[in-house]
């Protein structure tokens, strides 16, 4: 079936996902009619703190958290990491200095443990494989009695590689500190189970769940000390003061509600998906290639890239042809530098350039894979024409 031009085909869920209707159903009435103070003892405060615990019990649910008092509401990802990271390097600084994460870890985790060295913290950034697995005894070599916690995210949204949580608990855990993980890429596609994984702090975002843009969670494992990080009038047990954003976290409780009924089928939905793009980019296009591990993915990541022309030239041709994609991570997508990730599985410099990430949402169709599969091939080739990195052979 040939696809219309004017319908415009979306893959960069990776960046950002749409609301789902029901998500947005939801919430409705807490814009219009619940506007109450949750923190009021009045009942139209009591209406909008009963629905705040209400989503925090579905959002407990999702993760299999023990209680609801380990879940603590947050405006999304960055502010969950940084709460977790800092909140524990400044309370625990007298057990210990030192912290351990990934070098492929998101920015806003690299980013406070980069903040953290200038204030007397040393952080080690360990290595990964060519697909991205942290190397775990590079992990049990460099925990100390001095390693106070160790930051490994559940699955990068790049590469799309999970990483072998459970074990690097075990790991952890054998050395007393502490395991948060950043979860924002993973929470909504695959299941995650915070007592079976053994995890401490856990990071997860609404909008990777088809919730609203702005809000998240870090769930705090019982007797777990953090520092609180915004001081006010004590809300989320002191840990975040504010008044909460309560039409984004009753929407958020509603995605985390979906995303425990529906995980499975559409994973299983997009895992074929994904592997009929993957598969459709690389068969017939000559020195192409799949980043990440080839069946520890996420069920929607298919990140290729293309050797002798840029990323960026792709994405405007798809674009062109009303196929959004990605070259990377959307927080660093603005600088011109190869992404970190790509770097550190060891790609050289023009071959991170020439990467290129499809991530796929509950919308699209095979009809939008296989026109996607149809239309790359012409791509390629009329860029790779035109770049004087292609060999002759491959512009004849």
Known sequence: MRMSRAKRIYMDHAGGKPVDPRVLEAMLPYTKSFYGNPSSVHSFGQEARQAIEEARTKVVELINAERKESIIFTSGATESNNMAIKGVAYRNKDRGTHIITSSIEHMSVLNPCKFLMTNGFKVTFLPVDQYGFVNLRSLEKELTSETILVSIMYANGEIG?????????QIVHGKNAYLHVDAAAANGQVPIDVNDDGIDLLTISSN???????VGALYIRKGTRLKPSIHGGGQER????????????????????????????????????RDKLIK????????????GHPTKRLPN???????FIEG?????????????????SACTAKTLEPSHVLRAIGLKHEEAHG??????????TEEEVNYVIRIMPDIVKRLRKMSPLTPKELKE
Request: proline share 5%; hydrophobic share 40%.
């Open 312 to 328: 960026e030239s792709i994405l405007l041709d798809l674009d062109m042809k009303g196929v959004a994609a990605s070259s990377g």
């Open 208 to 214: 990777d769940m088809y919730g609203p843009k702005g």
């Open 161 to 169: 590689t999970i990483q072998p949580i459970k074990k690097i608990s």
């Open 355 to 364: 990467s290129l990430l499809f991530t796929l949402g509950k919308q699209n």
């Open 301 to 307: 990541n298919a990140a290729v890239r293309y050797s």
């Open 280 to 291: 459709g980019l690389l068969d017939v296009i000559p020195h192409s290639f799949l980043n």
């Open 238 to 273: 002191g840990l975040r003061s504010g008044t909460e954003n309560l039409p984004g976290i009753v929407g958020f409780g509603t995605a985390a509600k979906i995303a425990k009924k529906e995980m499975p089928t559409e994973s299983e939905r997009l895992k074929k998906l």
